[in-house]
């Protein structure tokens, strides 16, 4: 890759073409338990900018610039009341729409106040997490509808992880799915697990044959290999526009939703904001009992108030992760989590991309990336919107999964019969061309 598209790639800041383009559609950016109605500002860094973020008593959510329109003080120290936010320094208050609505420190500052108005996002709240709009259009695109977002919210479960290093190559270890078999299960013959389990098809062959299919979203993957003898084993993941992701961790037809989303903090620190409605189940062996260092869990350090101080995983680079070479498991780090974290975290703050050798199991991160640099650019030179406009009810039949077909079957006519089945009337996804069986780039 040529350095100038790894910048454009990685560079999110206000003003850059990936921040623009990432700022057309809604994203996650909180918890909404991370803000008490009436309780204490909290600091929130998204795409390099910084905002406070707050709740009044009838609980608005206000999410705006952190510098007070009058010099510049910054509203986390501001004073929750009365449905807005008051700058401590003189007095200015602010409401969750970043209107000046009160300037006690002027004679005349009912009239000043009205003239003034700080950047807000819009803010809508699904799933115990509070999504941002923070593009420049009027009336933001339709909100997302993802599957997980359709789900009873008291049952589903919302995490946020700091992972300190560049969105990109955080999300690209979501749609690389050949790592599985040696990052997190790396030496563990197939034969550990339940025959015929996903497990024990993915171990016995490590080397899986690729089909990848553009959509109108994004992008998803077919990575298949031999199942059972008169059977394939095909594994469907899914990369959503602009930052999300969706793996493969359970079957197709389980019934469990789950949502990965890539949220910027700045360029060296990225937000992993999950929403998970059922189980994903364990990595378990052919008794039952977790494979060693095949946990799901990582233990955070407590929060602090700073604009990097929330969510920070207390296996970190500053310990190797909790490394010890002698655990009977790959990496000596256990937790699957936590294994991303450290191998994406290894390549540095921002991957030097013009110094890597892509091979055809890394042919859905090559489409992706590349679909990335087509729609920033086609926003910035020509002002198209891409996939931005997109209805919003396609997206609740985008799933990720396994499944085993017979030998033979096309995948996708499979996978669009369970599309049609999730949101009758939403029309297959069609090959562009020929299928297009991996190759390297
Ligand atoms: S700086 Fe905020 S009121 Fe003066
Ligand atoms: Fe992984």
Same mark, same amino acid.
């Given at each position: 890759m040529h350095a100038i598209d790894n910048e454009l790639l990685t560079r999110t800041g206000p003003g850059t073409p990936m921040g623009t383009y990432m700022r057309q559609f809604w994203f996650p950016a909180m918890l909404s338990s991370e803000l008490e109605a009436g309780g204490a500002p909290v600091r929130l860094q998204v795409l390099g900018e910084r905002w406070v973020a707050f709740r009044t008593e009838s609980g608005a959510v206000g999410v705006v610039d952190h510098l007070c329109a009058h010099r510049c003080a910054s509203l986390f120290f501001g004073r929750n009341e009365e449905e807005g936010i008051r700058c401590v320094y003189h007095g200015w208050k602010y409401d969750v729409t970043g209107?000046?609505?009160?300037? *006690?420190?002027?004679? +005349?500052?009912r009239a000043f106040a009205k003239r003034l108005k700080l950047a807000a996002a819009r803010v809508h709240e699904v799933g115990g997490l509070v999504w941002l709009y923070l593009g420049d259009e009027e009336t933001p695109p339709p909100f997302p509808q993802f599957d997980v977002n359709q789900r009873p919210a008291e049952e589903c479960v919302a995490s946020i992880t700091l992972r300190e290093c560049n969105w990109l190559q955080a999300l690209e270890g979501d749609i690389d799915t050949c790592h599985v078999g040696f990052l997190?299960?790396?030496?563990?013959?197939?034969?550990?697990?339940?025959?015929?389990s996903i497990n024990y098809y993915r171990q016995l062959d490590l080397a899986p044959r690729y089909e990848v299919v553009e959509t109108d979203y994004g992008a998803l993957y077919d990575a298949y290999r031999q199942g059972s003898p008169t059977e394939t084993y095909h594994r469907i993941g899914q990369f959503i526009l602009p930052f999300y992701a969706m793996t493969p *961790?359970?079957?197709? +037809?389980?019934g469990a939703a789950h949502l990965r989303a890539w949220v910027p903090a700045d360029d060296h620190h990225v937000w992993l904001i999950e929403l998970r409605h059922g189980d994903v189940p364990l990595t378990r062996d052919a008794d039952g009992k977790p494979m060693?260092?095949?946990?799901?869990g990582w233990d955070y350090l407590p929060n602090t108030s700073d604009w990097l101080g929330r969510w920070r995983v207390k296996q970190n680079a500053a310990n190797d992760y909790g490394m010890d070479r002698s655990r009977a498991n790959y990496t000596g780090i256990d937790g699957i989590p936590l294994q991303d974290q450290a191998i994406t975290e290894s390549m540095g703050p921002i991957q030097d991309r013009t110094r890597e050798h892509l091979g055809s199991s890394d042919r859905m991160i090559a489409i992706c990336r590349r679909r990335l640099l087509r729609e920033a650019r086609a926003l910035a030179d020509d002002g198209a919107k891409g996939a931005?406009?997109?209805?919003?009810?396609?997206?609740?039949a985008i799933r990720s999964g396994n499944m085993l077909r017979p030998e033979g079957a096309d995948w996708l006519e499979a996978y669009n019969a369970y599309r049609e089945e999730w949101s009758p009337g939403i029309g297959p996804i069609e090959r562009a061309g020929k299928p297009v069986i991996a190759g390297v780039e």
């Amino acid at each position: 890759m040529h350095a100038i598209d790894n910048e454009l790639l990685t560079r999110t800041g206000p003003g850059t073409p990936m921040g623009t383009y990432m700022r057309q559609f809604w994203f996650p950016a909180m918890l909404s338990s991370e803000l008490e109605a009436g309780g204490a500002p909290v600091r929130l860094q998204v795409l390099g900018e910084r905002w406070v973020a707050f709740r009044t008593e009838s609980g608005a959510v206000g999410v705006v610039d952190h510098l007070c329109a009058h010099r510049c003080a910054s509203l986390f120290f501001g004073r929750n009341e009365e449905e807005g936010i008051r700058c401590v320094y003189h007095g200015w208050k602010y409401d969750v729409t970043g209107q000046c609505v009160d300037i *006690p420190s002027e004679p +005349d500052g009912r009239a000043f106040a009205k003239r003034l108005k700080l950047a807000a996002a819009r803010v809508h709240e699904v799933g115990g997490l509070v999504w941002l709009y923070l593009g420049d259009e009027e009336t933001p695109p339709p909100f997302p509808q993802f599957d997980v977002n359709q789900r009873p919210a008291e049952e589903c479960v919302a995490s946020i992880t700091l992972r300190e290093c560049n969105w990109l190559q955080a999300l690209e270890g979501d749609i690389d799915t050949c790592h599985v078999g040696f990052l997190h299960l790396g030496g563990i013959p197939a034969d550990t697990f339940p025959k015929g389990s996903i497990n024990y098809y993915r171990q016995l062959d490590l080397a899986p044959r690729y089909e990848v299919v553009e959509t109108d979203y994004g992008a998803l993957y077919d990575a298949y290999r031999q199942g059972s003898p008169t059977e394939t084993y095909h594994r469907i993941g899914q990369f959503i526009l602009p930052f999300y992701a969706m793996t493969p *961790p359970f079957q197709l +037809d389980s019934g469990a939703a789950h949502l990965r989303a890539w949220v910027p903090a700045d360029d060296h620190h990225v937000w992993l904001i999950e929403l998970r409605h059922g189980d994903v189940p364990l990595t378990r062996d052919a008794d039952g009992k977790p494979m060693p260092g095949g946990t799901i869990g990582w233990d955070y350090l407590p929060n602090t108030s700073d604009w990097l101080g929330r969510w920070r995983v207390k296996q970190n680079a500053a310990n190797d992760y909790g490394m010890d070479r002698s655990r009977a498991n790959y990496t000596g780090i256990d937790g699957i989590p936590l294994q991303d974290q450290a191998i994406t975290e290894s390549m540095g703050p921002i991957q030097d991309r013009t110094r890597e050798h892509l091979g055809s199991s890394d042919r859905m991160i090559a489409i992706c990336r590349r679909r990335l640099l087509r729609e920033a650019r086609a926003l910035a030179d020509d002002g198209a919107k891409g996939a931005s406009a997109l209805s919003p009810e396609r997206f609740s039949a985008i799933r990720s999964g396994n499944m085993l077909r017979p030998e033979g079957a096309d995948w996708l006519e499979a996978y669009n019969a369970y599309r049609e089945e999730w949101s009758p009337g939403i029309g297959p996804i069609e090959r562009a061309g020929k299928p297009v069986i991996a190759g390297v780039e």
